[in-house]
Nanobody, 120 residues
């Protein structure tokens, strides 16, 4: 599976942004998809994930209520809608595909990352 993330950019605090991650291959619908982020000088952290069917989602506490993950298996694409953005959301955002169940997936495939910068 090859992943291509896009949609990052510069946004003011309180604003919104939607990230997309397009996947190649015919097995997209079998993978759990996740979004992770890495801020400068910090370790990569989990942001959100969605089950293969799209029926279940999970979020880090720091983004719960502000971010929404979704997927379109017909388009091989996963999305991350981000609203009420804060300067601390500034990071490179990565999408990832993992085999297994939500919460237990092994994230073996990673996109190249897209930079989100939130100005105060």
């Amino acid at each position: 599976v090859q992943l291509q993330a896009s949609g990052g950019g510069l946004v003011e605090a309180g604003g919104s942004l939607t990230l997309s991650c397009a996947a190649s291959g015919r097995t997209f619908s079998t993978y759990v998809m996740g979004w992770f982020r890495q801020a400068p000088g910090k370790e990569r952290e989990f942001v959100s994930a969605i089950s293969a069917s799209g029926g279940r989602t999970s979020y880090a506490d720091s983004v719960k209520g502000r971010f929404t993950i979704s997927r379109d298996n017909a388009k091989n694409t996963v999305y991350l809608q981000m609203s009420s953005l804060k300067p601390e959301d500034t990071a490179v955002y990565y999408c990832s595909a993992g085999a297994g169940r939500l919460g237990y997936a092994n994230y073996d495939y990673w996109g190249q990352g897209t930079l989100v910068t939130v100005s105060s």
